[in-house]
């Protein structure tokens, strides 16, 4: 849309009441500059993390050797395990007997994680209740979109 069009059309608004023809066209000029580096400059961050995460892979393990939680098969597991209800039916002990991919992990590091994963699914439905944490939740919900398709990228 040619800045003539986009100017005729909301100069009827009261936020264009002062602003006159030839202050608009050069300003709308910058801003939409603005938009297109804004844009290229998520994309530069986002090939470079990508490019990053191929020189240097996420860690499987920590500096103490242990297995990392996040992102492994018992992460996903244990997600699924508490949609079924089954911390709720099984003591943590049992639960945490009932699969294989838990027992790579201690069992106090393993309670732990169920209990971060309940508080976890408490405050989302804190965010999706509040218009705080709907903001929050909004946000989350791009930070982890982002971080699947890095991780995606990164398998491939």
Known sequence: MKAKDVFEHYQDEAAFEKVPWKNF??????????????????KRDADALVHDRKIYPTQTHNEQGQLRWHGSEAEKLLEKDVDEEKHISMTKI???NSRLEY??????VFRGHVYQELKKRKFLAYCKTTKR????????????????EAEGSEQS
């Open 103 to 108: 027992q790579h992990f201690n069992l106090r």
């Open 25 to 42: 066209s050069d300003r709308l000029k910058r801003l939409r500059n603005k938009v297109v580096d804004k844009n290229n400059r998520s």
């Open 133 to 148: 944490g709907k903001e929050y939740g909004a946000q989350q919900l791009i930070i982890n979109k982002r971080r699947a």
């Open 94 to 96: 049992e639960l945490y």
